[in-house]
């Protein structure tokens, strides 16, 4: 079993930087597929970037340059760095983890595992 707690969340002006974290515990070896997802008020789930099995990350068109996720597998550490906020991106994000090949990129049905969520207001 599998679990991911995010951290890091919190509120910043338009323009800021906020750096998110996913720790797993638990049976982690055969992780492949990892994303981050957010949902603002009144909105579905949506995917914002996703890193593959073979290292391939894929961001939202909506924080292509400004978001980086990256991953540390010796700390089983997921991150997502948010620059140049703004306040759109608003929601709570979740971290989602995978053990089935192909990875799917931003369709949430494909990952196993999920973590509580950070809540992120940028106003």
């Known amino acids: 079993h599998v679990q991911l707690v995010e951290s890091g969340g919190g509120s910043v002006q338009p323009g800021g930087s906020l750096r998110l974290s996913c720790a797993a515990s638990?049976?982690?070896?055969?992780?492949?597929?990892v994303a981050w997802f957010r949902q603002a008020p009144g909105k579905e789930r949506e995917g914002v970037a996703s890193?593959?099995?073979?290292?391939?990350?894929s961001y939202a068109d909506s924080v292509q340059g400004r978001f980086t996720i990256s991953q540390d597998n010796a700390k089983a550490t997921l991150y997502l760095q948010m620059n140049s906020l703004k306040p759109e991106d608003t929601a709570i994000y979740f971290c989602?983890?995978?053990?089935?090949?192909?990875?799917?990129?931003?369709?949430?049905?494909?990952?196993?595992?999920w973590g509580q969520g950070t809540q992120v207001t940028v106003s």
């Open positions: 989602a983890a995978s053990f089935q090949l192909p990875c799917l990129g931003f369709d949430e049905r494909a990952y196993d595992y």
């Open positions: 638990g049976s982690t070896a055969s992780r492949v597929c």
């Open positions: 890193i593959d099995s073979v290292g391939t990350i």
